[in-house]
């Protein structure tokens, strides 16, 4: 491994890296060595121990449970399985994608200057800074039923009488999707606002005093400069959400009759209300085949951006 | 203009709808009304006095949440930030390894390890423990920690570190005088976030606690959906106070989270 590469690796010029710092055999340079080799090893110690016991065991043990080829064929032959399967990809695909781009647009609003924007920010973070228990419960007790709290205002507002949400599974998927863009969304309205604040500002006023449109400011000038960042963005959301748990269990809770569990909901539904643990770490495993190239082409994307945002 | 009205109804009627639930009265959610037809405070009341029977533990289940946030919050920067230290101040040749390790820790679902986490637990003797959900949670946080330590601490310059060595520090010392006082910024930062997820989880908490002694207010949260007759207005305002902590920090520190989400992490 290069240097060049070790340092990309690290995301940090290591010190031993620096030619005025003679490295020694051990790979400390001079001045740490012996005793405090025994330092750097000593502090460490804390983070391996967490690492080894409460990260690659239970990793290996997931393996290990979730290895056996039967628990697959047994996963694909189960019409649930497969129809949790298309759920996720739903859920996921529509999810990320519809957010990430509101979000995106809507970072544009929020930098303007205008006092009743800022205020409205203020607002607007709300659904992020609840936690996701009480967030989601909201969100299904508005639906639920006939008289749930939406109901009540359509009828009331509009004399229109709701649907039962929870009956019909376009609707109660799209209201586990609509729930996770809610909550979230302001999160990543925040991260692309930093990112826009971050170009500089001698930029635009080239733009300007070329004579660029607004339009063609976003084309040519904001949207190149964030291209990497609206990717890494999507692709870190990505992995996130096909691993939610919280928002289908709380908001749907599968319903109806269990067609809109996701892989995350089917895996515990498996391990713990069917009481086949095995088959629940097969079935959220059985994401990996997607989870893993997301996560290595987000890894390489964020080293070479070096993750500043 | 539009676009701010339709954002505000947005975002706002969930939490409206919590708010209405917990006013009023005579807890049946069915009513149908958009407006508490005889609101009253008589639901945070009972919580206080903890008088009603899913809530008679609340207070100490609001203490073990803050327990699970204030260990999770202390260890995530202690490990973390002696690890970073180790890895990038000490030029440990194959410290990289290590980092990126951590940064795929990063990338596992919660949700996906929980099966064989919830094993393991019982393996080390800590079912029904607070103590194994605060290692769940402090497993999730340090990767994040590494990756904003080592980030910031690009900004302290090493020759200050080399200038204390020379005076006879040792690197216990540097770790304790140098690199922790200058790096309290991101050690702020990354606390926060750790309280935060600790406060926000549901799952590890759900799967590892069972008795109510050992049960936080997110899991007695869920407890209410066991009965049929559960008064959701109690429910409902027991999310709210539930809420109203990290509310309060989001708020509080809200130029600093925006600021800790720029200086190089996500999330």
Redesign the interface.
């Known amino acids: 491994m290069s240097s060049t590469q070790?340092t990309l690796?690290?995301?940090?010029p290591?010190?031993?890296n620096r030619p005025w710092?003679p490295?020694w055999p051990?790979?400390?340079?001079i001045?740490?060595r012996g005793s405090?080799f025994c330092?750097?090893?000593a502090?460490?110690v804390?983070?391996?121990a967490?690492?080894l016991?409460?990260?690659v065991?239970?990793?290996a043990?997931?393996l290990w449970?979730g290895g056996k080829p039967e628990l697959y064929a047994e996963l694909a032959a189960d019409p649930l399985y497969v129809h949790t399967v298309v759920n996720t990809l739903l859920f996921v695909g529509i999810g990320v994608n519809v957010k990430m781009f509101l979000a995106f647009l809507?970072s544009g609003?929020f930098t303007s200057r205008s006092r009743?924007?800022r205020a409205?920010l203020?607002?607007?973070?709300?659904?992020?800074?609840?936690?996701?228990?009480?967030?989601f419960?909201?969100?299904h007790?508005?639906l639920?039923?006939?008289?749930?709290?939406?109901?009540?205002?359509l009828?009331?507002?509009f004399g229109i009488e709701g649907p039962i949400w929870f009956n019909s599974y376009w609707l109660a998927l799209g209201a586990n999707i609509l729930a996770y863009i809610?909550k979230w969304m302001p999160?990543w309205t925040?991260?692309f606002?930093?990112g826009r604040?971050?170009i500089p500002r001698d930029i635009y006023e080239a733009a300007d005093v070329d004579g660029a449109t607004p339009v063609r400011r976003f084309v040519y000038v904001t949207f190149p400069l964030l291209a990497g960042l609206y990717l890494?963005?999507t692709l870190?959301s990505t992995?996130?959400m096909?691993?939610?748990?919280?928002t289908v269990y709380f908001v749907s809770g599968g319903a109806p009759a269990l067609t809109t569990e996701v892989l995350?909901t089917l895996?515990?539904h498996e391990?713990?209300d069917s009481g086949n643990?095995p088959l629940?770490?097969a079935a959220?495993?059985s994401?990996l085949p997607l989870?893993i190239p997301l996560?290595i082409v987000?890894?390489r994307k964020?080293h070479v951006s070096?993750?500043?945002? | 203009m539009t676009v701010g009205v339709a954002l505000v109804i947005w975002t706002v009627m969930p939490i409206y709808n919590m708010v209405l639930i917990a006013l009023d009265s005579d807890a049946d959610e069915y009513s149908g009304n958009i407006w508490p037809p005889d609101p009253s405070f008589e639901s945070f009341q009972v919580i206080w006095t903890q008088g009603y029977w899913y809530l008679e533990n609340f207070w100490h289940q609001f203490g073990n949440s803050i327990f699970i946030g204030l260990m999770t919050m202390g260890l995530t920067v202690l490990i973390g930030s002696l690890a970073s230290f180790a890895l990038s101040r000490m030029g440990l040749r194959r410290g990289w390894l290590l980092s990126n390790a951590a940064l795929l820790t990063y990338a596992i679902p919660s949700s996906f390890l929980a099966i064989p986490f919830v094993h393991i637990a019982h393996r080390y003797g800590l079912s029904d423990s607070l103590w194994a959900v605060i290692a769940a949670q402090v497993m999730f946080a340090t990767p994040y920690a590494i990756l904003i330590f080592q980030q910031y601490g690009k900004l302290i310059p090493l020759e200050l570190d080399d200038a204390a060595r020379v005076d006879g520090a040792s690197p216990l010392q540097v770790y304790l005088r140098i690199y922790i006082p200058l790096a309290a910024p991101a050690l702020a930062a990354v606390g926060t976030y750790a309280l935060l997820l600790a406060w926000n989880e549901y799952l590890y908490q759900f799967l590892l606690l069972s008795s109510t002694k050992s049960m936080t207010v997110a899991v007695a949260l869920d407890q209410f959906f066991d009965s049929d007759e559960a008064p959701w207005n109690y429910m409902m305002s027991t999310a709210i106070v539930y809420s109203l902590p990290p509310i309060a920090i989001y708020y509080a520190l809200r130029r600093y989270m925006v600021a800790g989400l720029t200086m190089g992490g996500i999330k």
């Open positions: 070790q690796a690290a995301g940090r290591m010190a031993a710092r490295v051990g790979g400390l340079p001045g740490w405090e330092w750097a090893i502090f460490l804390p983070y391996l967490v690492f016991a409460f990260v065991y239970p990793v043990f997931g449970m809507l609003y009743w924007i409205l203020v607002l607007y973070m709300l659904p992020w800074a609840l936690p996701a228990i009480p967030a419960l909201a969100v007790w508005m639920v039923g006939k008289w749930g709290f939406l109901n009540s205002l009828e009331t507002v809610w999160f925040l991260i606002m930093a604040m971050a890494i963005c870190l992995v996130w096909i691993g939610d748990f919280t995350a895996g515990m391990a713990f643990p629940g770490v959220v495993m994401a989870l996560t987000l890894m964020v070096g993750v500043q945002l």
